[in-house]
């Protein structure tokens, strides 16, 4: 039987959907915290709606791996991929569907999160034994560069499409 996702990833898949649901109003609901700034979205560009998938996911990995244990290589890695993988695939969609239709729509862009979401996990699941031996420095700089491009991106971001509110 074709296996799509393991069944230990159901929980944490459930978990992102809420919490990036939580992190979209998380910003307004914290009266413009400059913090809450750097991990939920401050406008409704593309970028900063990737946080409502990139920031849950990240959180639920550190609790998955303190909960778990397992190879911390392995579990980091292969979530980075996934992550990567998820919002590329948002940001292709989404512009490909508003190119299609001349516009966006709220449903479509809730489904294609929730989409995001499982594609995240489904490609983390699938590439987690080639990350076993993966080098722990490269898979720290990779989120820790990730991270850094979200909160300088917050901050100063560039002058190009993909931070235009639609």
Not at 22 to 46: M, Q, R, T, W
Request: charged share 10%; aromatic share 18%.
């Amino acid at each position: 039987m074709l296996q799509i996702c393991r069944r230990r990833d159901f929980p944490y898949m459930l978990s992102a959907a809420l919490l990036g649901s939580v992190f979209h109003f998380l910003y307004d609901f914290s009266g413009e915290n400059p913090f809450a700034a750097l991990i939920s979205p401050v406008n409704e560009s593309v970028w900063e709606h990737l946080k409502l998938l990139f920031f849950p996911i990240l959180l639920l990995t550190v609790i998955e791996f303190l909960i778990r244990h397992p190879n911390p290589c392995a579990l980091f890695g292969a979530r980075l991929a996934g992550i990567t993988a998820g919002m590329t695939m948002i940001v292709v969609l989404y512009y490909l569907y508003t190119f299609v239709l001349g516009r966006n729509f709220l449903a479509a862009d809730i489904l294609l999160f929730l989409t995001g979401v499982c594609f995240s996990y489904v490609i983390s699941g699938h590439l987690f034994r080639k990350f076993r031996q993966a080098d722990p420095m490269l898979v720290f700089l990779g989120w820790l560069l990730a991270v850094l491009l979200f909160f300088s991106f917050t901050c100063f971001p560039p002058d190009i499409f993909l931070f235009y509110p639609p």
